[in-house]
């Protein structure tokens, strides 16, 4: 069972050598072994050798290569060792992945600040309307101290844990007998100007009203409030009745690709209870974007 984040917390890891060689293990880097461990453990609960293609979303990327290699540039004089420029790019999350199973399809990383997985999402949707199938979607952001002091840049609630995460998905173009949920509708707006306005036009376009979703998983867009200014200002308003509202951040803490695990989390709902069949992600975990995704279950 998944209960609020609190100090003590710790971040959930498998045994990595179940999913990675010891040898290349011990070269990874903690985001890139959530990540392939993760991508890999998706692939075989879906019973799948080789995906159509690798889509993934970093807000941030290999930090903790990044501060390697800056250190190394700091104290190191003559040439350096290019392992950690290497592997600090964001796109090292996917490339590894491919490498990990022997993928030569299509591979690429979206990195959009706090809509990196919407993004990432969304990419996987075109792909399958050009006939692709069986794509692995995910997104993975690791924290690092250096984080704590510069929070504040990435519009941060210091009251928040910040903290490490990484989901992966398969999505297909035709149900089957694994399939538990269906990606309805996306839509990021970047340089939001009326949240309010666009959560109802995102509801109308898909003609549902607040009444009609089931459980609002959201993230809190005015981080100069309490934790559940949003919940008190906003969705009171439009989700009454039946409509379970739940801030996702209290569950898995603050990084920028948190959105991910909160389809996680729905995608765990929907199959756990079937009176859950549309489940709304509000992502404003950065106050000048907005992210929301529409997730119905395969019984809707």
Do not use: W
Not at 256 to 278: C, E, G, M, R
């Amino acid at each position: 069972m998944i209960e609020p984040l609190m100090s003590g917390s710790e971040l959930i890891t498998p045994n990595f050598k179940e999913y990675i060689e010891a040898g290349l293990l011990r070269r990874m880097s903690k985001i890139l072994r959530m990540s392939v461990a993760a991508a890999k453990d998706c692939l075989q609960q879906a019973g799948i050798a080789q995906p159509g293609a690798i889509v993934v979303g970093t807000g941030l990327g290999c930090l903790q290569d990044t501060e390697k290699f800056l250190s190394n540039f700091l104290t190191i004089e003559g040439l350096l060792p290019p392992t950690s420029f290497i592997q600090s790019t964001h796109n090292t999350i996917a490339g590894q992945i491919s490498l990990s199973i022997g993928n030569h399809g299509y591979n690429m990383t979206h990195t959009q600040n706090t809509l990196s997985f919407e993004h990432a999402l969304m990419d996987a949707l075109l792909l399958l309307g050009e006939g692709n199938d069986n794509i692995i979607v995910g997104a993975a952001d690791e924290y690092i101290e250096i984080l704590t002091q510069i929070g504040k840049q990435f519009y941060i609630n210091p009251e928040i844990n910040l903290t490490s995460g990484a989901s992966f998905f398969i999505l297909g173009k035709e149900k089957t007998e694994k399939a538990i949920a269906r990606i309805k509708d996306i839509e990021t707006v970047g340089l939001v100007q009326d949240i309010p306005e666009a959560i109802d036009k995102f509801l109308s376009v898909n003609q549902l009203t607040g009444s009609q979703i089931d459980l609002v998983l959201y993230a809190d867009f005015d981080q100069v409030k309490s934790v559940n200014a949003l919940q008190d200002s906003v969705l009171t308003e439009r989700f009454k009745g039946n409509t379970a509202l739940l801030n996702y951040s209290d569950l898995i803490g603050l990084y920028p690709s948190n959105s991910a695990f909160a389809l996680h989390y729905a995608v765990d709902k929907i199959q756990q209870d079937t009176s859950i069949k549309k489940v709304l992600i509000l992502n404003g975990l950065n106050k000048i974007n907005l992210g929301l995704t529409l997730i119905e279950s395969i019984e809707a």
